[in-house]
Nanobody
């Protein structure tokens, strides 16, 4: 089982930036894909971005393309989400997730970090 801990959330004005981090641990630490999801109050959970741990293939949700960048540091077992040009509609709890297989459900989740964008 992989343990995930998010950090970096907070309050920012519209147009600002934040960088989220997701520190992963586990013995052994095995992951194929890591991802960010978000959930706003009263809304379903939404895919934000994902990255393969080996190779670094990136995927983004449509509304994040061009504004968000996912990255990783394999040596630190840490994934990042750089969020620029933030909008009030980006307000949500952001979760990181991991899965050990190329496809299927994500089987490890962090506790989430709140991002609030004021207008």
């Amino acid at each position: 089982q992989v343990q995930l801990v998010e950090s970096g959330g907070g309050l920012v004005q519209a147009g600002g930036s934040l960088r989220l981090s997701c520190a992963a641990s586990g013995r052994p630490f095995r992951t194929y894909t890591m991802a960010w999801f978000r959930q706003a109050p009263g809304k379903e959970r939404e895919f934000v971005a994902s990255i393969t741990w080996v190779g670094g293939t990136e995927n983004y949700g449509d509304s994040m393309k061009g504004r968000f960048t996912i990255s990783k540091d394999n040596g630190k077992n840490t994934m990042y989400l750089q969020m620029n040009s933030l909008k009030p509609e980006d307000t949500a709890v952001y979760y990181c997730a991991s899965r050990a297989r190329p496809v299927g459900n994500f089987d490890s989740w962090g506790q989430g970090t709140q991002v609030t964008v004021s207008s």
